[in-house]
């Protein structure tokens, strides 16, 4: 059985910063992207980051929300993805859920951790 668990939320005044971390645990063979979601109060998910794997480099995308506070880091090996987020601010409040996909399947999911930024 495959589990994504996410750890690091919690609540931080605006203007602070956050680490979210992620690990895949179970026998995943090849996954191609790890990365974050977020879903707001009311509002749908959306992508906040991805990692994806191409050959021995992995490419960072990131919503153009994110782009220039946030930064994602991924080790293949252990399946881990992480999400350092830097100048925090009201509107990023939300639950950052992960995610791994691999090739013929429907992409993995964590539980979700709650990110609350306090203006």
């Known amino acids: 059985q495959v589990q994504l668990v996410e750890s690091g939320g919690g609540l931080v005044q605006a203007g602070g910063s956050l680490r979210l971390s992620c690990a895949a645990s179970?026998?995943?063979?090849?996954?191609?992207?790890m990365g974050w979601y977020r879903q707001a109060p009311g509002k749908q998910r959306e992508l906040v980051a991805s990692s994806t794997r191409s050959g021995s480099i992995n490419l960072a995308d990131y919503a153009d929300s994110a782009k220039g506070r946030f930064t994602i880091s991924r080790d293949n090996a252990k399946n881990t993805v992480s999400l350092q987020m830097n100048s925090l601010k009201p509107e990023d409040t939300g639950v950052y859920y992960c995610y791994a996909r691999t090739s013929g399947r429907p992409d993995y999911w964590g539980q979700g951790t709650r990110v609350t930024v306090s203006s």
């Open positions: 179970g026998t995943i063979l090849s996954i191609t992207t």
